[in-house]
DNA sequence: GTGCCACCTGTAGCGCACTACAGGTCAAAC
DNA sequence: GTTTGACCTGTAGTGCGCTACAGGTGGCAC
């Protein structure tokens, strides 16, 4: 069953798991990066190895890295992403999972907002300077 | 005469000009931060000084730094910030200046747009959340 | 004239999110 | 059996954008 992750990742995943650098290449984090987050807590749960030690990243822990590259590439810190983790490994924090994703949100639609706002100042500037250098 | 620099930012400067604190306060650009951007050759000159050695302001300065303003918080770096006060400084760099901004505005856009994207999936997330919590 | 305070310069340090080794293991390829 | 190469752990280093001193000056208030 092949599957939407990102929404430029979908994969099928074999059952005995994706190395680290096929993950890398599927999620655009980096090697060392994703052994940072694991490292870091980030992750719900160590990467379970093979015979040899080596990571195994299964559709699950996929999914779980894509969900945090959306969360990383909308600003949430590290510190917050470990909080998700957290919560997520424990039954009944719903409610606090549901907050913290949703202070997120309004974080970034706050900064979305402000992006906006300068990018019409910024048009202004380039339309200027393409009418000065007609 | 009183002029809209940033958005919110709405003033009288005086013939003798603001002092660092006063633009700070205005512009939310921290004192140290605005002696680092000087250093740095973000502004156009360097800030001019009163007998006893003190900066102050002039309403150009005010609108300059409201400019860097709203590029940094756009994502613009302090290298790509020098550039253009560089091109600023000389005449003649009109076309560069353009393409520097041009494409900074391109880099925002993708930014923004992959945001929203990003932010659609955390909405469904939380929308998931919120039904399961009733 | 002595506090006091805002400001100055110069330099060092910090927090964040990685990134880059060094030195080692394991399994398949030859 | 040795070479190769992808992977491992642990630790140190990096780049960016500030931020925090230390030590000093100038000017006004009392």
């Given at each position: 069953m092949s599957e939407v992750l990102l929404p430029e990742v979908t994969v099928e995943v074999p059952?005995?798991?994706?190395?680290?650098?096929?993950?890398?290449?599927?999620?655009?984090?980096?090697v060392?990066?994703?052994r940072y987050y694991e490292r870091e807590g980030l992750l719900l749960d160590p990467t379970p190895r093979d015979s040899g030690g080596r990571r195994r990243y299964h559709e699950g822990d996929l999914a779980w890295i894509c969900g945090l590259v959306m969360l990383r590439e909308t600003g949430m810190s590290i510190a917050?992403?470990?909080?998700?983790?957290?919560?997520?490994?424990r039954d009944g924090t719903e409610k606090e999972r549901l907050e913290?994703?949703?202070?997120?949100?309004?974080?970034?639609?706050a900064e979305v907002r402000r992006t906006q706002r300068h990018l019409?100042?910024?048009?202004?500037?380039?339309t200027r300077y393409e009418a000065s250098s007609t």
């Open positions: 059952p005995e798991g994706l190395s680290i650098t096929e993950v890398s290449r599927l999620t655009g984090v980096g060392e990066a994703l917050d992403m470990r909080r998700m983790a957290d919560l997520c490994r913290l994703l949703t202070r997120h949100r309004e974080r970034v639609l019409r100042a910024i048009e202004a500037k380039i």
